[in-house]
T-cell receptor, first 112, second 112 residues
Framework: DAGVIQSPRHEVTEMGQEVTLRCKPI?????LFWYRQTMMRGLELLIY????????DSGMPEDRFSAKMPNASFSTLKIQPSEPRDSAVYFC??????????FGPGTRLTVL | SQELEQSPQSLIVQEGKNLTINCTSS?????LYWYKQKYGEGLIFLMM?????EEKSHEKITAKLDEKKQQSSLHITASQPSHAGIYLC????????????FGAGTRLAVHP
């Protein structure tokens, strides 16, 4: 298995632009998590899905952020419009049956 | 997160020395997860602890969860340069969906 796949690995955009981050979970994992990591705030959970259904989105910063999981093999995190304070590394993680979460390599987002 | 405190924030040791990293919770844990992160990369799962008094080992790394399930320690024996990185503990307070709250991390450097 290739593990959790995220794309793009790096994204540089200008303030106001729409950004879409993508995640392909490990096959058979039924929970998917989106995290954001910054120096100031550390690793924060944004939203998680169970069986493609959003369970808890209380970590989503504001309405500019949205996440979808249309099927078991794909999820997106969208920021529209993006702002410089959104610059961070965004991780997708999926959960195995016995509770451990496997993390993807992350997407490093820079908003100018 | 203020719910989860890691100490020390950073650690520099000489190769071959033992070291301990602590993770303290303000409330009872349903599960405690240890991860390692290298700069620019995703998190690598190390160990998961769920039962009070539980102890697990992998190679030269041992993790323990105290009886009250509010504190965990990660111990590395005979450290090597390959152990360098950021160690994060993640706490499951939810008891169900493994929604993890992460500590701020401990940055470890091992000098040869």
């Amino acid at each position: 298995d290739a593990g959790v796949i995220q794309s793009p690995r790096h994204e540089v955009t200008e303030m106001g632009q729409e950004v879409t981050l993508r995640c392909k979970p490990i096959s058979g994992h039924n929970s998917l998590f989106w995290y954001r990591q910054t120096m100031m705030r550390g690793l924060e959970l944004l939203i998680y899905f169970n069986n493609n259904v959003p369970i808890d989105d209380s970590g989503m910063p504001e309405d500019r952020f949205s996440a979808k999981m249309p099927n078991a093999s794909f999820s997106t995190l969208k920021i529209q419009p993006s702002e410089p304070r959104d610059s961070a590394v965004y991780f997708c993680a999926t959960q195995a049956a016995r509770g451990e979460q496997f993390f993807g390599p992350g997407t490093r987002l820079t908003v100018l | 997160s203020q719910e989860l405190e890691q100490s020390p924030q950073s650690l520099i040791v000489q190769e071959g020395k033992n070291l301990t990293i602590n993770c303290t919770s303000s409330k009872t844990l349903y599960g405690l997860y240890w991860y390692k992160q290298k700069y620019g990369e995703g998190l690598i799962f190390l160990m998961m602890l769920q039962k009070g008094g539980e102890e697990k080992s992998h190679e030269k790394i041992t993790a323990k969860l105290d009886e009250k399930k509010q504190q965990s320690s990660l111990h590395i024996t005979a450290s090597q340069p390959s152990h360098a990185g950021i160690y994060l503990c993640g706490a499951d307070f939810s008891g169900g969906y493994n929604k993890l709250i992460f500590g701020a991390g401990t940055r470890l450097a091992v000098h040869p």
